[in-house]
T-cell receptor
């Protein structure tokens, strides 16, 4: 089983749509969770950390379900500039390395 | 806003040659990392570095790889004898501190694209 699993997409949505991505992780010792975004041939950029209580940053909302080992990202009112690959990233307790999923590609069209 | 920088942006080398990739982490950060991403694949951890020594490394980080912090600002990754399969994007990252239960937010540089011919 993959350590971090994501639907690769692509998700094709019109501007203004709401889109949700899901991610599952296999190791119950995981302690920190993140969403990064990656544009084509660029570096991963931290979008948001995911807290146990869930958190929101503008149009972006992240949720964590530790019991189901499941993380989600919701994007409301999609913009053309949201087109990118969204990476689900996990860090296990006692380790420094980040474990990346393969990413979910989002394409927002006019 | 402070950022991680990397040089060169693109390095082309012949198989068997040594390469050194350079990074300048964010100035008040204490933990430094190298990751790589083969084209079309996921980002993979190579090594982390703290207090002038390797703190964690992956299976990929074999004897061909080494890291160094030669001065107060640079952090380097050396590949001693490059192979075709080393062709990838290499990202340097840094974090303020690894604080146990707290979040280990890592910030990535723009990467060095390594092409081994």
């Amino acid at each position: 089983r993959k350590e971090v699993e994501q639907d690769p997409g692509p998700f094709n949505v019109p501007e203004g749509a709401t889109v949700a991505f899901n991610c599952t992780y296999s190791n119950s010792a995981s302690q920190s969770f993140f969403w990064y975004r990656q544009d084509c041939r660029k570096e991963p950029k931290l979008l948001m950390s995911v807290y146990s209580s869930g958190n929101e940053d503008g149009r972006f909302t992240a949720q964590l379900n530790r019991a189901s080992q499941y993380i989600s990202l919701l994007i409301r009112d999609s913009k053309l500039s949201d087109s990118a690959t969204y990476l689900c990233v996990v860090n296990m307790a006692g380790f420094q390395k980040l474990v990346f999923g393969t990413g979910t590609r989002l394409l927002v069209s006019p | 806003e402070p950022e991680v920088t990397q040089t060169p942006s693109h390095q082309v080398t012949q198989m068997g040659q040594e390469v050194i990739l350079r990074c300048v982490p964010i100035s008040n950060h204490l933990y430094f990392y190298w990751y790589r991403q083969i084209l079309g694949q996921k980002v993979e951890f190579l090594v982390s570095f703290y207090n002038n020594e390797i703190s964690e490394k992956s299976e990929i980080f074999d004897d061909q790889f080494s890291v160094e912090r030669p001065d107060g600002s640079n952090f380097t990754l050396k590949i001693r004898s490059t192979k075709l399969e080393d062709s990838a994007m290499y990202f340097c990252a840094s974090s303020e501190a690894y604080r146990g239960e707290s979040y280990n937010e890592q910030f990535f540089g723009p990467g060095t694209r390594l092409t081994v011919l």
